[in-house]
């Protein structure tokens, strides 16, 4: 029984993809047919159907001409760029019976090659004799949005390949001038037929070196030297993912408002806020709900506000530290308490009221549960990395799977901006927020230093990058 029903090329233009089709075209039991999902044509410019589907009835029913290709006695495929018609994709990459090769070329070579292919109108070469010559026209945000675009594509196709457990052909544009590796593809993808040379109508339309194909070639390697080709400014992220906590959410009765808490540590003042504002019309908000018990508030709500609030995440780790790790009464995280102390050496009172634990022994502790956090965080420690310390982007991004918030409120500014959002949607009369209770004597502007800075920022790299957090400000 065949391995595969049906093929597909994943490509770019000027990546060669013309090459290969033409080889493998070349192959007994093998038929590619062009860029089968192209918006602007079907197949190849001049055709007017696949398989006696029309363009019309592609456009119409693209799963049909899928089908087509599915059911060819030979093993019959397409070439799709990630500008082809997405309705087709999902079904194609969830496929086990679709056999994906997935064709790669030099970025900055492709981009070249198409601007030059831009300016002189030929888009495949069959005699030298008939060759166009010119040259490319660096753009730099041209140039970074082709990038950004192929790069995309390239870690979906990966991605999604990895969570269905499939394994594509890779061929580089440099492979497709060994013919070893074409007839390996053949075998890949089950055919008994090999070839015995290479096609050789297609030639190699711009052969020089980058420098001679470039225009403004001094200007393209001053921008290229600013691309981070081995991306080493990014924020490495092994912290969990987590998802959309719809039963904590908090609905109001009477107002449209949602509100989606981050947790933190200690009392949070929002919910005592909307509870007071509910209460002045005789109700109170709502919480545990599933997320069709939201929708039907949200429909219920026309015209509702979702909203969060950000926190400084020194402030919070240390407001956390304070409730859940000091704390040996009610809201205390007892067993993790004691395996911080047992295991990773945390100097924490018996009874957070102990006088002989000050502001000197409060900031060594602090500092200790800081420096704790990273690993925890990068998924590194055998304690779980609880929602009261995990960072603020993974939680904006678990709500992003059931609501995105409105607003992201920053705390510094969450009295005017909740007058102000409670305005919008028409409440007025709205109770001052309340100051929640402090934990302890010692507070953080008592212990705060460079250090305790530095090592907030390490552990939450991504929270301050991502919003844009500065050093925390005593006040």
Not at 83 to 95: N, S
Not at 104 to 116: A, D, G, L, Q
Not at 156 to 177: I, K, P
Request: hydrophobic share 40%; net charge negative; charged share 25%.
């Amino acid at each position: 029984m065949a391995q595969f029903d049906y093929f597909v090329v994943f490509a770019e233009m000027r990546t060669g993809s013309n090459f290969l089709e033409a080889n493998l075209n070349a192959l007994d039991g093998l038929a590619c047919h062009g860029e089968a999902f192209n918006p602007h044509f079907i197949g190849y410019p001049t055709s007017e159907s696949i398989l006696d589907v029309t363009q019309a009835d592609r456009d119409d029913q693209p799963k049909r001409l899928l089908r087509a290709i599915k059911k060819t006695p030979d093993l019959s495929g397409f070439r799709y760029f990630h500008d082809h018609d997405p309705r087709v994709f999902d079904e194609m990459i969830d496929d086990l019976k679709c056999a994906k090769i997935i064709l790669t070329r030099n970025p900055v070579e492709s981009y070249v090659s198409w601007k030059i292919a831009q300016a002189t109108g030929q888009w495949k070469l069959t005699d030298a004799k008939a060759r166009k010559g010119a040259k490319a026209q660096f753009d730099e945000d041209e140039f970074s949005a082709h990038l950004s675009a192929l790069q995309a594509f390239q870690v979906t196709l990966l991605n999604r390949l990895q969570v269905s457990g499939q394994t594509a052909f890779y061929v580089a544009y440099e492979d497709l001038q060994n013919l070893d590796v074409m007839n390996g593809l053949a075998a890949w993808l089950g055919v008994d037929d090999r070839l015995e040379g290479l096609d050789k109508k297609l030639k190699v339309q711009n052969p020089n070196a980058l420098s001679e194909k470039v225009s403004n070639y001094d200007q393209m390697s001053e921008a290229l030297a600013a691309v981070d080709q081995f991306n080493l400014t990014r924020t490495p992220n092994f912290e969990p993912r987590r998802g959309a906590a719809a039963p904590t959410y908090v609905a109001c009765s009477h107002a449209p408002l949602l509100y989606l808490p981050i947790r933190g540590g200690g009392q949070d003042p929002v919910v005592a806020w909307l509870k007071a504002l509910d209460r002045s019309y005789g109700g109170k908000p709502v919480t545990k709900q599933s997320q069709n018990d939201l929708r039907e508030w949200m429909r219920g709500h026309p015209g509702h506000r979702s909203f969060s609030v950000l926190r400084h995440p020194l402030k919070r780790a240390h407001t956390v530290f304070c409730h859940r790790i000091l704390n040996t009464g009610q809201g205390g995280y007892g067993g993790i308490r004691t395996m911080l102390i047992k295991r990773y050496k945390i100097t924490l009172p018996i009874d957070p009221a102990d006088p002989g634990f000050g502001k000197v022994e409060h900031r060594a502790a602090f500092v200790q549960f800081l420096a704790f956090l990273k690993p925890n965080l990068a998924g590194q420690t055998a304690i779980r990395v609880d929602p009261d310390w995990a960072s603020q982007a993974k939680i904006v991004e678990g709500f992003a799977e059931f609501v995105l918030p409105d607003h992201l409120i920053r705390q510094e500014s969450l009295d005017a901006e909740l007058l102000q959002l409670a305005e919008t949607v028409g409440v007025k009369d709205v109770a001052p927020l309340s100051s929640p209770p402090a934990f302890g004597d010692v507070t953080l502007a008592d212990i705060y230093d460079a250090e305790i800075e530095k090592l907030a920022r390490a552990a939450y790299a991504r929270d301050y990058l991502m919003f844009g957090f500065e050093d925390w400000v005593p006040t």
